[in-house]
């Protein structure tokens, strides 16, 4: 059973940063597409990042309009561990944030925004003051 689980939430003011972790518990996934998503009640969930885990393109990394140039994603895979990097937050960043990845790597690339992913972990919050 495959499970996904973030770290790294918590409260910050605006300008601040804050690095998020998502560990598998599989290794050697090979290429899989991992993302990380954003909800906040009420309002859809929003597609932040994306990484190809076995990619090495720079298409096979992609960021939503909200937050290029401030949110980095990276991977360990060497520990099966994903990261966002979260910079110059900012209040409209506050929601709880989830990672997810899906073995369709496909959903990777294309400017894809699909939400549809299949394994998801169990979210950790971000809030961002003014």
């Known amino acids: 059973h495959w499970q996904l689980v973030e770290s790294g939430g918590g409260s910050v003011q605006a300008g601040g940063s804050l690095r998020l972790s998502c560990a598998s518990s599989?290794?050697?996934?090979?290429?899989?597409?991992m993302g990380w998503f954003r909800q906040v009640p009420g309002k859809e969930r929003e597609r932040v990042a994306s990484?190809?885990?076995?990619?090495?393109?720079?298409?096979?990394?992609n960021y939503a309009d909200s937050v290029k140039a401030r949110f980095t994603i990276s991977k360990d895979k060497s520990k099966e561990i994903w990261y966002l990097q979260l910079n110059s937050l900012k209040p409209e960043d506050t929601a709880m944030y989830y990672c997810?990845?899906?073995?369709?790597?496909?959903?990777?690339?294309?400017?894809?925004?699909?939400?549809?992913?299949?394994?998801w972990g169990q979210g950790t919050q971000v809030t961002v003051s003014s």
């Open positions: 997810a990845a899906d073995f369709d790597w496909r959903k990777c690339y294309s400017g894809s925004t699909t939400t549809a992913f299949g394994i």
């Open positions: 599989r290794d050697g996934l090979g290429s899989v597409c």
């Open positions: 990484i190809d885990n076995d990619g090495s393109s720079p298409d096979s990394i």
